[in-house]
């Protein structure tokens, strides 16, 4: 599998019933605008990841490759773990901004950090330091591959997505995941 489908693959799993995801669905309620919305998560994305990528590409230089793989592996695995316990919707769901793009901007930065896809872009980038635009690239394509259609169907209950079962298919695609990298 390429770097690219791996950063995209990864990240769009990763971000399946996230607080970004459900970010996504409060901006797209309250404002009603998915284009400014859209492209504040876009950038956000864009820079969030490329500065996540880059630390990963910094601790890599500290670690032999062996380390590396399995350290993917591992947090593939945890990954998997993690994606089943359900993400809770921001504090109080009040927006600062007036304007859905700054709003959606700072609200989706700050949602990222210390994400589990803003970690997961850390450990691509350690591992594929080599193809550290395309790690960025698949991670943003990722989060907006799973972001994107939450923001246009904004409108709609989240309560009529089946979550929970989401949140096991996602799990069993880590688990593959992981297979993938210890047999690539």
Do not use: C
Not at 11 to 22: F, W, Y
Not at 44 to 73: D, F, Q, R
Request: charged share 10%; proline share 4%.
């Amino acid at each position: 599998m390429s770097v690219l489908a791996i950063s995209i693959t990864t990240v769009a799993l990763a971000e399946i019933g996230d607080k970004t995801q459900l970010l996504s669905l409060m901006l797209a309620s309250r404002y009603g605008r998915p284009i400014p919305i859209i492209t504040a998560i876009f950038l956000a994305t864009v820079v969030n990841h490329a500065l996540a990528a880059w630390l990963g590409v910094e601790v890599a230089g500290h670690l032999s490759p062996e380390i590396l793989k399995w350290g993917m592996v591992v947090s593939f695995i945890m990954m998997a773990g993690w994606v089943l316990i359900p993400d809770k919707a921001g504090d109080d769901g009040k927006l600062v901004s007036k304007s859905p793009f700054i709003a959606s901007f700072v609200a989706f930065f700050i949602a990222e950090i210390g994400d589990k896809t803003q970690i997961a872009t850390s450990l691509l980038g350690a591992q594929f330091s080599q193809g550290l635009d395309l790690v960025i690239v698949g991670t943003t394509l990722g989060m907006l591959l799973a972001n994107v259609p939450v923001v246009m169907i904004g409108k709609f209950s989240a309560d009529r997505l089946p979550l929970a079962l989401i949140r096991k298919i996602t799990a069993l695609l880590f688990i593959a995941l992981s297979f993938g990298v210890i047999f690539l």
